[in-house]
């Protein structure tokens, strides 16, 4: 008796309906609550899986290349659509904002604006009416002056139980110091290696800390979704692009202004004191020759 086709990419079996399932459910992950929008990666990849070693590992493409690009894309979905579930997204605007070449403070000043919903008549500070912002091209942020390599990111490390200390201590007389003491202390990292570790970061601290201390900061920081690149999955969603204001620059400031300007002065003088000397040296010789 003929088994019939091995379950696989092409037999039409319930391979396709569990991973367009799947797909769906990352794709509708924000718009509905229910159970089915439930999404765990590890159900696709293993499902794939499954369906490797049922065709005996026969496949016409590289699998291994497939899953792993697979796996990116899959965790790239769940990070930018993550929370979006707790979001009342009726009624809210979706705006994009273009971070290359935009200073990163009045960029994030901009974003805090527009995030807590002050741009709104209707504003209140008791109330999230934000919209969502979407902030692209993270990695071409420009800072002014020697932000890049003087400003730094700051963070302690240590163990939970620290406060206990005294507690242990009584306690258990031969208990090792090494496990009551901070492992690493203090840490930090400057704007340059955070850069180019995740410029993502450099962006939601910026904003976060524009940013009240209260209930509603969490809901806001939910609506912030920050990317590296030019590309985002909210495509399908009515997005506006935000103008930013037009930005006064100063040619020089004040004091390198006063200062090239005595400088000009100086050379100016000197200058003229050198023509003087030469005028003079020529009558000089003129009326010896005469």
Same mark, same amino acid.
């Given at each position: ?7 696989? %990419?092409?037999?039409?079996?319930? @391979?396709?309906?569990?991973? *367009? &399932?799947? $797909?769906? /459910?990352?794709?509708?992950? !924000? ?38 690009? %697979?796996?990116?894309?899959?965790? @790239?979905?769940?990070?930018? *659509? &993550?929370? $979006?579930? /707790?979001?009342?997204?009726? !009624? ?199």
């Amino acid at each position: 008796m003929d088994p019939g086709p091995k379950p696989g %990419l092409g037999s039409g079996s319930g @391979f396709e309906v569990r991973v *367009l &399932a799947s $797909l769906g /459910r990352v794709q509708g992950s !924000g718009h509905d609550s229910g159970p089915e929008s439930k999404f765990s990666s590890v159900e696709l990849i293993s499902t794939l899986y499954n369906v490797f070693v049922v065709c005996n590992g026969k496949l016409s493409f590289k699998f291994d290349s497939f899953l792993n690009n %697979l796996k990116c894309a899959l965790l @790239f979905m769940q990070k930018a *659509l &993550a929370g $979006l579930r /707790r979001i009342d997204l009726d !009624g809210l605007r979706w705006r994009v904002f273009d971070a290359k070449g935009q200073v990163l403070g009045r960029l994030a000043s901009q974003i805090s604006t527009v995030v807590q919903g002050k741009d709104k008549p209707t504003y209140a500070p008791n109330r999230d009416d934000g919209d969502m912002c979407i902030v692209l091209n993270a990695k071409d942020v420009c800072v002014t002056g020697r932000k890049l390599t003087d400003k730094f990111y700051r963070w302690h490390t240590g163990q939970v139980f620290h406060l206990l200390t005294p507690i242990v201590w009584f306690f258990l007389d031969d208990l090792p110091c090494s496990t009551c003491r901070y492992v690493g202390h203090l840490k930090e990292r400057s704007l340059k290696d955070q850069m180019a570790k995740d410029p993502t970061e450099v962006i939601r601290k910026a904003v976060l800390r524009m940013l009240p201390r209260n209930k509603l900061r969490d809901d806001r920081d939910r609506k912030l979704r920050i990317f590296t690149g030019s590309e985002h999955p909210f495509g399908d969603r009515p997005i506006e692009p935000y103008v930013m204001p037009p930005r006064t620059v100063r040619e020089m400031r004040p004091r390198a202004r006063r200062a090239l300007v005595r400088a000009q002065k100086k050379a100016e003088m000197q200058e003229q004191k050198a023509n003087d000397t030469r005028k003079g040296s020529k009558d000089k010789a003129a009326e010896v020759s005469a």
